[in-house]
């Protein structure tokens, strides 16, 4: 890295960190793991740090061997695995570790659970969509949970990604597009995952992952480069990282991306400085799978053994699955090219996690619980039909739903009735046979009689007969239910997309269906943004409902019947076309901005032909009950620094149905030291009025969420004037001032 860097750097380390002090657990840690330590060979301690992927006994290795895991374990030449599907393996493998290597040092079980271990929960951007912080971090400790009974110790979650742009198909494991908002959500899941005792056979570790910017590919292609300036990662892309770090999340996991030209694995700015120093994160990285050795296809390596220098170096703790570490590392300590200082320091942290989960006390304790007593519990089932529920976003309705009883049902697609595909990706340990469909729920509650099924299509294929079996079913019906999009495949790691419209076969579909003349309520199954303006013109009603995971269909059955009123709102905005992306609410301000959306000026920041705005906002969401904010006040006109900025705002429900809504806050600084978005979401609330209620929210604000990283890295906020809106969503019009002095 260029020394201007390590300079400002230093002035951020200044300005910036906000180290915690070592815990009292955290130091009883280290202090037995600097025993241990002074007991193992060079290969044990580097065994700690090498993590190896089960199948049949044997693994691959950095020259394409097959390695025999349980010989590594006697050996100890490996301290991790990933992937472990079964109890019976793990307790296998664990009695090997503790009973027969020479020191006895237990195994760390790692697996991506996602969005849910056998309860499968909407995924992550969805989630995202309820606002409610409390009810995802309650997400996160049933996962947990189920996780612990199963034998896993560590979950390779939350995804602290922030990212704008609905072609890579990870954004279906973030929070969408907002740092603000998915700094708290990081924090609430890690705290989930994580519980207040570390060492419970209840709670597994969390890992902060992709560190960093992994959400920002270029061209929206997985694994892609990414280019950025220090100075817009710090104000838009590092919050959710700090904030999971500051929740206390104990491992983190690199990116496959590049950051300022250098791989994350091998990247000491990233894994030390700004990680270490600055954040004073305690617990220990591993790569992402096999990201070490790709270091060499980068170009930044020239081998396995050049790539393990340079990420033990850069205080990588853990080499995932290839194997360099262990096939290199005590030859580059030998050759002088990496201190067996630095080695310890590694395998301390390593250690210290291991210690403070417990495992050294009890390395069996995870998966000793009966699953049945654990997993699928009917009160976490009902929970997940809720949180689906909420995670749901109305984005039309002309008056065609919420849907009379005895309806008569068309209910069709390729989403209505897929247990797998409402699941999403990153399953898991999850069970698709559990999953009850939305067909399966309709049934159940409008009868089985008033529910016409016809799949219709494939997801990308037209099926023989299919459309004409569909019109026959929507004829007799009173309403049509078309439950489409993409399928659990088109979501999750590498499926980048350049087209973001529901397939032609599935628009094929819609319109053979419109001519029937009967209403249509288009239900979006998705794990991303999409340009929808096709459905939007065409259907009565549109309800983006994810993949909602195992309980999804008893959560559209709740909504479309009114027994339950929409309230989720977007976190990552819908484009009017591919051509925009990535659009946010949260660009930046130019010298030539459009004044409005009707403004005709050419030499201003526009498409020729197309809005600059997204079809589908930020924060947008509708309900069956019609919310009015009215009367904002900005109760602190003149803040000092330090102090706390206060808004009030009266909000009422005019509409015949009880319901929820998101009241949210968003700032701008009107003259700044550097340029700054339009608009910042600073506050958020969700709230519930019965009809005909209202009441006043009152936001706080404290000047330090003010603060920003400044041209030399300074982190502070700005005397002068700020302007602040509150609404239901990012368009928000009632206005205030306040001036920060």
């Given at each position: 890295m260029k020394k201007f860097l390590f300079a400002?750097?230093?002035?951020?380390?200044?300005?910036?960190?906000?180290?915690?002090?070592?815990?009292?657990?955290?130091?009883?840690?280290?202090?037995?793991?600097?025993?241990?330590?002074?007991?193992?060979?060079?290969?044990?301690?580097?065994?700690?740090?090498?993590?190896?992927?089960?199948?049949?006994?044997?693994?691959?290795?950095?020259?394409?061997?097959?390695?025999?895991?349980?010989?590594?374990?006697?050996?100890?030449?490996?301290?991790?695995?990933?992937?472990?599907?079964?109890?019976?393996?793990?307790?296998?493998?664990?009695?090997?570790?503790?009973?027969?290597?020479?020191?006895?040092?237990?195994?760390?079980?790692?697996?991506?659970?996602?969005?849910?271990?056998?309860?499968?929960?909407?995924?992550?951007?969805?989630?995202?969509?309820?606002?409610?912080?409390?009810?995802?971090?309650?997400?996160?400790?049933?996962?947990?949970?189920?996780?612990?009974?199963?034998?896993?110790?560590?979950?390779?979650?939350?995804?602290?990604?922030?990212?704008?742009?609905?072609?890579?198909?990870?954004v279906s494991e973030g929070s969408g597009e907002d740092p603000y908002l998915g700094a708290k959500i990081a924090a609430a899941m890690v705290r989930g995952y994580q519980g207040d005792d570390l060492s419970s056979d209840k709670t597994v570790a969390a890992c902060v992952k992709h560190f960093a910017a992994y959400g920002v590919p270029q061209a929206g292609r997985d694994y892609h480069t990414v280019d950025m300036s220090e100075l817009m990662f710090r104000n838009r892309y590092l919050p959710p990282y700090k904030a999971a770090i500051e929740a206390g999340?104990?491992?983190?996991?690199?990116?496959?991306?590049?950051?300022?030209?250098?791989?994350?694995?091998?990247?000491?700015?990233?894994?030390?400085?700004?990680?270490?120093?600055?954040?004073?994160?305690?617990?220990?990285?591993?790569?992402?799978?096999?990201?070490?050795?790709?270091?060499?296809?980068?170009?930044?390596?020239?081998?396995?053994?050049?790539?393990?220098?340079?990420?033990?170096?850069?205080?990588?703790?853990?080499?995932?699955?290839?194997?360099?570490?262990?096939?290199?590392?005590?030859?580059?300590?030998?050759?002088?090219?990496?201190?067996?200082?630095?080695?310890?320091?590694?395998?301390?942290?390593?250690?210290?996690?291991?210690?403070?989960?417990?495992?050294?006390?009890?390395?069996?304790?995870?998966?000793?619980?009966?699953?049945?007593?654990?997993?699928?519990r009917p009160e976490n089932l009902e929970f997940a039909r809720e949180v689906a529920a909420k995670s749901m976003v109305l984005l039309t309705n002309n008056g065609v739903l919420p849907l009379n009883e005895g309806v008569k049902i068309a209910l069709v697609g390729p989403l209505a009735d897929s247990k797998r595909d409402q699941m999403g990706a990153w399953i898991g340990y999850g069970e698709a046979e559990r999953s009850v469909t939305i067909r399966e729920a309709l049934e159940k509650r409008y009868g089985k009689s008033n529910v016409l099924y016809a799949k219709g299509s494939d997801f990308r294929a037209p099926i023989k007969g299919g459309i004409a079996e569909a019109v026959r079913a929507a004829r007799k019906a009173d309403v049509v239910l078309l439950s489409i999009g993409l399928s659990y495949k088109e979501s999750g790691e590498a499926t980048s997309l350049t087209e973001i419209t529901v397939p032609e076969a599935q628009q094929e579909l819609l319109d053979a269906l419109k001519k029937t003349g009967k209403k249509i309520v288009v239900l979006l199954g998705t794990g991303r943004a999409m340009d929808i303006r096709n459905e939007v013109e065409k259907a009565d009603a549109v309800l983006v409902t994810w993949h909602g995971g195992t309980m999804e269909g008893p959560a559209v059955a709740d909504l479309v019947s009114g027994d339950k009123n929409p309230s989720g709102h977007l976190t990552m905005s819908f484009?009017?076309?591919?051509?925009?992306?990535?659009?946010?609410?949260?660009?930046?301000?130019?010298?030539?901005?459009?004044?409005?959306?009707?403004?005709?000026?050419?030499?201003?920041?526009?498409?020729?032909?197309?809005?600059?705005?997204?079809?589908?906002?930020?924060?947008?969401?509708?309900?069956?009950?019609?919310?009015?904010?009215?009367?904002?006040?900005?109760?602190?006109?003149?803040?000092?620094?330090?102090?706390?900025?206060?808004?009030?705002?009266?909000?009422?429900?005019?509409?015949?149905?009880?319901?929820?809504?998101?009241?949210?806050?968003?700032?701008?600084?009107?003259?700044?030291?550097?340029?700054?978005?339009?608009?910042?979401?600073?506050g958020f609330e969700r709230f519930s009025l019965k009809a005909g209620e209202e009441k006043v929210l009152?936001?706080?604000?404290?000047?330090?969420?003010?603060?920003?990283?400044?041209?030399?890295?300074?982190?502070?906020?700005d005397a002068g004037e700020f302007k602040v809106w509150v609404g239901a969503d990012s368009n928000a019009q009632l206005e205030g001032v306040f001036t920060l002095k």
């Open positions: 400002l750097t230093a002035l951020a380390m200044v300005a910036c960190s906000t180290a915690p002090q070592m815990s009292k657990e955290e130091k009883e840690a280290f202090k037995f793991a600097d025993k241990l330590i002074k007991k193992m060979t060079l290969q044990e301690k580097i065994g700690q740090l090498q993590q190896f992927v089960t199948g049949k006994g044997v693994v691959t290795g950095p020259d394409g061997e097959k390695r025999n895991i349980e010989e590594a374990i006697r050996q100890g030449t490996v301290g991790s695995f990933l992937n472990i599907y079964s109890t019976e393996e793990y307790i296998h493998l664990q009695k090997i570790a503790v009973e027969e290597s020479r020191l006895g040092i237990p195994l760390i079980f790692g697996f991506d659970i996602i969005h849910g271990c056998r309860i499968q929960f909407p995924e992550n951007l969805a989630s995202s969509c309820s606002w409610d912080i409390e009810g995802i971090e309650h997400s996160a400790r049933i996962a947990a949970e189920e996780s612990a009974a199963m034998g896993i110790h560590w979950t390779f979650s939350p995804m602290c990604d922030v990212s704008a742009d609905p072609r890579w198909g990870r999340a104990v491992t983190a996991m690199s990116s496959f991306n590049d950051f300022m030209g250098v791989p994350a694995s091998g990247n000491k700015w990233l894994m030390h400085t700004l990680l270490r120093e600055e954040l004073g994160f305690t617990g220990f990285v591993v790569s992402d799978y096999a990201a070490v050795h790709e270091m060499i296809k980068h170009g930044t390596a020239a081998d396995g053994k050049d790539a393990a220098y340079q990420s033990m170096n850069a205080h990588l703790n853990m080499d995932m699955v290839r194997g360099d570490y262990i096939a290199f590392g005590e030859e580059l300590v030998k050759e002088g090219k990496v201190s067996e200082k630095t080695i310890n320091m590694l395998c301390r942290e390593v250690l210290a996690v291991k210690y403070r989960l417990g495992l050294f006390d009890d390395p069996f304790k995870y998966g000793r619980q009966n699953q049945d007593e654990v997993v699928y484009p009017y076309c591919v051509g925009q992306v990535p659009v946010h609410y949260n660009m930046k301000v130019t010298g030539r901005p459009r004044k409005s959306p009707t403004q005709k000026s050419k030499y201003i920041s526009r498409y020729m032909y197309t809005p600059n705005e997204p079809l589908f906002p930020f924060g947008y969401g509708l309900s069956y009950s019609e919310f009015e904010y009215s009367d904002l006040q900005v109760l602190t006109p003149e803040v000092e620094l330090g102090g706390v900025v206060k808004v009030s705002v009266k909000v009422a429900n005019k509409g015949k149905y009880d319901g929820d809504d998101v009241a949210q806050l968003y700032v701008r600084d009107v003259v700044a030291e550097t340029t700054r978005p339009m608009r910042e979401l600073k009152t936001f706080e604000i404290p000047t330090s969420d003010l603060a920003y990283c400044h041209s030399d890295m300074s982190f502070k906020a």
